[in-house]
């Protein structure tokens, strides 16, 4: 089993920075790529990035240029340095450890951004 805590959510204007973290304990050994999803009110979870275990990320079109995503191995820590934020990146952000034939997940941090 892996339990996954973010933190660093909450409250900023439009175009303010966050930067999100999510620290994996347990099994974190098997952990190949991890990432950040979100959900905003009344629409479906989305890929927000994802990086692997080797150090390569993949972004939503939608925050290209904007996040970056990094991640600690030795920490078992994924970061999300979100920069730019627009009022349409409100929503709840889920951390994702992936395992072979497992997915796990955060209990989701809140993200508001004031216009």
């Known amino acids: 089993q892996v339990q996954l805590v973010e933190s660093g959510g909450g409250l900023v204007q439009a175009g303010g920075s966050l930067r999100l973290s999510c620290v994996a304990s347990g099994s974190t050994s098997r952990i190949n790529s991890m990432g950040w999803y979100r959900q905003a009110p009344g629409k479906q979870r989305e890929l927000v990035a994802i990086i692997t275990s080797d150090g390569k990320s993949n972004y939503a079109d939608s925050v290209k240029g904007r996040f970056t995503i990094s991640r600690d191995n030795a920490k078992n820590t994924v970061y999300l340095q979100m920069n730019s934020l627009k009022s349409e990146d409100t929503a709840v952000y889920y951390c994702?450890?992936?395992?072979?034939?497992?997915?796990?997940w955060g209990q989701g941090t809140q993200v508001t951004v004031s216009s």
């Open positions: 994702n450890a992936n395992q072979p034939f497992r997915i796990y």
